[in-house]
T-cell receptor
Framework: NAGVTQTPKFQVLKTGQSMTLQCAQD?????MSWYRQDPGMGLRLIHY???????DQGEVPNGYNVSRSTTEDFPLRLLSAAPSQTSVYFC??????????????FGPGTRLLVL | SQQGEEDPQALSIQEGENATMNCSYK?????LQWYRQNSGRGLVHLIL?????REKHSGRLRVTLDTSKKSSSLLITASRAADTASYFC?????????????FGPGTRLSVLP
């Protein structure tokens, strides 16, 4: 199994540009989520999905869009990039979500720099 | 505000010494998990302790949980240079997935050879 994969690994954008961060998992996990990691802030949840066709907002959703058309894929779209979105983005998945003690599996991350 | 807060923010020790990191949280939890992040990589799950457990071991890792003090500690014994990483606690309050799994800001551990 490849686990959780993310592309690209690194991206530079200009303010106002849009882009899509890709995330895929091959573990048949229902639950997927996007986090951003900033220095000294830990990980903050952007959006999450509890299954295909179902998405919801996390702690910091503004400026981001998601969709979940398949169990495997959970892309994150930046609609109009801003310097405040410079961060490292992690995708994670788990089998049955929180409350049941499920661990999360993380992708390697995408480093985004917005100029 | 963050549910979990690790302490200290940074820790530097010599190889062979023990490393202890603490995590405090604010509301009741179902379980607490510790993750490791090597520089430039994703997080890797280390150990999970449920709210009705007080101590758990996994290899050189020992985790304790004190629900009355809302705190947990991660002990790494006989540390190695390869243990150099950031360590995060994550609290799981149960219920809705997206609202209840929260990471702390992490402890950055440096193990010097």
């Amino acid at each position: 199994n490849a686990g959780v994969t993310q592309t690209p690994k690194f991206q530079v954008l200009k303010t106002g540009q849009s882009m899509t961060l890709q995330c895929a998992q091959d573990m048949n996990h229902e639950y997927m989520s996007w986090y951003r990691q900033d220095p000294g802030m830990g990980l903050r949840l952007i959006h999450y999905s509890v299954g295909a066709g179902i998405t919801d907002q996390g702690e910091v959703p503004n400026g981001y869009n998601v969709s979940r058309s398949t169990t495997e894929d959970f892309p994150l779209r930046l609609l109009s990039a801003a310097p405040s979105q410079t961060s490292v983005y992690f995708c994670a998945s788990s089998y049955s979500g929180g409350g049941a003690g499920e661990t999360q599996y993380f992708g390697p991350g995408t480093r985004l720099l917005v100029l | 505000s963050q549910q979990g807060e690790e302490d200290p923010q940074a820790l530097s020790i010599q190889e062979g010494e023990n490393a202890t990191m603490n995590c405090s949280y604010k509301t009741s939890i179902n379980n607490l998990q510790w993750y490791r992040q090597n520089s430039g990589r994703g997080l890797v799950h280390l150990i999970l302790i449920r709210s009705n457990e007080r101590e758990k071991h996994s290899g050189r890792l020992r985790v304790t949980l004190d629900t009355s003090k809302k705190s947990s500690s991660l002990l790494i014994t006989a540390s190695r240079a390869a243990d150099t990483a950031s360590y995060f606690c994550a609290t799981d309050r149960g219920g809705d997935y997206g609202q209840n799994f929260v990471f702390g800001p992490g402890t950055r551990l440096s193990v010097l050879p």
